[in-house]
């Protein structure tokens, strides 16, 4: 194991050494036969994720940096081995595909290839190349994989923006990381939060994406689940001006200027046409209409992120963030706001994958690193300091879990979750430990 230098802060320094324990323990390492590649990197969960997910690993990666910077650069290439020629990213690599048939069983995942999955999720890659091409040899990583991101963000603008406002949108629930978050109930017709009742909505919108053969301009015009949702946009926008920067360090302003033009676009498109006055809130948009989905979930907090939102939404969104009765819970920030009627309290009859519901209330800790960090970006120090002082207080007591109960702290879902350990960034922002 790699032992960074010692921090001033013990609790700092006890936390790197049980992420590494952890991301030792998730490490997959091998060849693919099916495309004669090596790859290395952090599975979400050897018990129910064995495989390379897109956005984890990018969340994985930011991790690593901090600590091993050779894993996280290994993170990343494997995760843009098998990218086609098109630039697109599948949300998950089946690397060791034949070890797991079994376990595939139980998923439902539209493939590009066996090996590769035909969907997006939070697209938060430009964030983990900022984190590797820090340091050393960081110039030729750039130089390296600059072109590939690059690629990738050409072919969410292209294939993505139909309607060309700087949003793009996805076209099944689970393409935004939330698969079972309550603001998609009322478009997808769910009237019982169960499993089965999800089963069936979910292939009433996609299941004829089949007969189109995936096909982006036969699934836009079919108007079954398109949804320019505020988590999605927002990872986009702050990776459209990070790339923009990332551009200026490879010394292409060009491009750099292209990308924050396109920044400025999307978030211009969000304020506009995302947020509710009346609710002090950011609601997806669901169709070509474009019909605010008016339930308030973690997404509607988002922009939070965002360095330009005009002051009085970042207000109102501070305040909410705060409010003991919405998202100021003991153990911060439910999924789901605890006064929305859909709020569902997370439990322990439902651990296995068939039959959980994800989304639905729960703290999760990666909604937590975005939401500290953009209370931090607009001067809410205090509060930011709860929330990273809680969650790393969540995994000391009970360990890496995949979410927690927002009122008990409590965990659930998959044990030894890897996202969880950016926690370790918080902490990092937390103890003012520079990396
Ligand atoms: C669940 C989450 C998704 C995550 C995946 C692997 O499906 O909803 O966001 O990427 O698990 O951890």
Not at 12 to 30: H, I, K, P, T
Not at 188 to 210: H, I, M, S
């Amino acid at each position: 194991m790699i032992r960074p230098p010692m921090s001033e802060s013990k609790r700092y320094d006890a936390m790197v050494e049980r992420v590494s324990a952890l991301y030792d323990r998730n490490r997959q390492r091998g060849v693919a036969a099916w495309c004669g590649h090596e790859y290395d990197f952090v599975c979400p969960s050897t018990g129910t994720y064995p495989f390379q997910w897109f956005w984890d690993s990018c969340f994985h990666a930011i991790v690593l940096a901090r600590y091993d910077m050779t894993r996280a650069r290994s993170e990343i290439r494997s995760l843009l081995r098998n990218q086609p020629d098109d630039g697109f990213v599948g949300h998950v690599t089946f690397w060791q595909r034949e070890a797991f048939e079994e376990m595939l069983k139980e998923y439902s995942i539209a493939y590009r290839t066996p090996y590769l999955s035909d969907c997006i999720q939070p697209p938060l890659l430009a964030e983990a190349l900022f984190a590797i091409t820090r340091g050393e040899g960081g110039r030729s990583v750039l130089d390296e994989l600059l072109p590939k991101v690059r690629k990738y963000y050409d072919w969410l603008d292209r294939m993505r923006d139909p309607d060309r406002d700087g949003l793009i949108a996805i076209l099944q629930p689970d393409e935004s990381g939330l698969d079972h978050i309550p603001k998609y109930d009322a478009y997808l017709g769910v009237t019982e939060p169960n499993r089965d009742e999800f089963t069936k909505a979910w292939q009433r919108a996609v299941g004829p994406y089949a007969e189109m053969q995936r096909d982006h301009d036969k699934m836009f015009a079919a108007d079954r689940f398109v949804v320019e949702d505020v988590l999605v946009n927002v990872i986009y926008a702050e990776n459209e001006r990070v790339l923009a920067e990332l551009h200026d360090e490879a010394g292409d302003s060009r491009a750099a200027a292209e990308m924050r033009a396109r920044a400025a676009k999307s978030v211009g498109s969000l304020v506009k046409k995302c947020w509710n006055a009346k609710d002090g809130l950011f609601y997806d948009l669901a169709g070509k209409r474009e019909d605010q989905l008016d339930v308030s979930t973690v997404t509607s907090l988002m922009p939070i992120l965002l360095q330009d939102l005009p002051r009085s939404m970042v207000e109102s969104l501070a305040r909410q963030i705060a409010d003991p009765k919405k998202y100021g819970a003991a153990w911060p920030v439910p999924s789901t706001a605890l006064d929305e009627p859909l709020y569902m309290k997370p439990s322990s009859d439902r651990p296995d994958l068939t039959s959980k519901l994800l989304w639905r209330g729960p703290s999760w800790i990666n909604t937590n690193w975005y939401i500290a960090r953009g209370l931090r970006r607009h001067g809410f120090v205090d509060l930011a300091r709860t929330i990273e002082d809680r969650s790393a207080a969540l995994i000391e007591r009970h360990g890496f879990r995949e979410y927690y109960d927002p009122y008990t702290g409590e965990g659930f879902g998959a044990h030894a979750f890897s996202w969880t350990a950016l926690v370790l960034n918080m902490l990092a922002d937390h103890e003012g430990i520079d990396g």
